[in-house]
């Protein structure tokens, strides 16, 4: 029996209708199944409040393995959760736990993985700052395919991060890192580049016309011209 406590915080604004959750919670069903002991946490419904916060910080301060669920913005790391490494980084002013340690998840909406690598290095940086050792950062990119549908329901093509997840549960509960084969199958593309494009370009068009845009798709605001 593996008595070690897992926290999952779940850094999305999206909240419970978000791929990062849809991610982090398969992976903490299979640590569940190796017996490791599960909390998941919210970031952004502690933001401004203090009680939650306080919640948050002591949870991160207790747990053995801590697992961050985020999506790309921008190329990095969503402001509020880059406030939360910073403050917890702060706090620990060199004085950590020891025996704690840390991988995340981090999906972003291009189809290209490669896109997660800067959050990945940050990711890597703030465990070696704030004492964590870092098990590994598992991205994929096609977050948009997945929605804010159970992994188990996401049908085939999520078949090589629920493998991925799996295999990594096997590393993480013995607080060995995560091999690289482990992230290079979570990075694999869930379909061909072509058609995550096509559809994710029809829903776009399907959103502008939902809010009366449609016919200002193609506005350039920024250069005094605006195209019909
Ligand atoms: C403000 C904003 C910025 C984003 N920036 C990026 C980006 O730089 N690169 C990218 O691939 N996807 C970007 N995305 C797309 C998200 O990463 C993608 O939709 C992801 O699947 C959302 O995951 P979540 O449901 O866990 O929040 C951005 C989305 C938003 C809303």
Known sequence: MNSRKV?????SPRGAASTSKSLGEHLLAVLEERGMALKTLQLYPA???ERKMSELLGAVDLCDL???????YVDQL???LIDLL???????NGQARTGQ???AIVNCGFPETAHCRPAADIVRLFSAQAGFRFLG???????????????GK???????????LDRAAAFLCESREIPADVLALMGRAMMPRWFYNFVADRGWKKAAKKYGTANRLFDRHYDGRQET
């Open 86 to 92: 910073r403050l917890v980084a702060e706090r620990r």
């Open 101 to 103: 340690a840390l991988a």
């Open 47 to 49: 933001l401004g409040d």
């Open 137 to 151: 950062c598992l991205a994929t990119g096609m977050g948009g395919a997945i929605g804010n549908r159970p992994l």
């Open 66 to 72: 801590l697992v961050l669920a985020f999506p790309l």
């Open 78 to 80: 969503p402001a509020p």
């Open 7 to 11: 926290l999952l915080l779940v850094a």
């Open 154 to 164: 996401a049908g085939a093509i999520v078949r090589h991060q629920r493998r991925a």
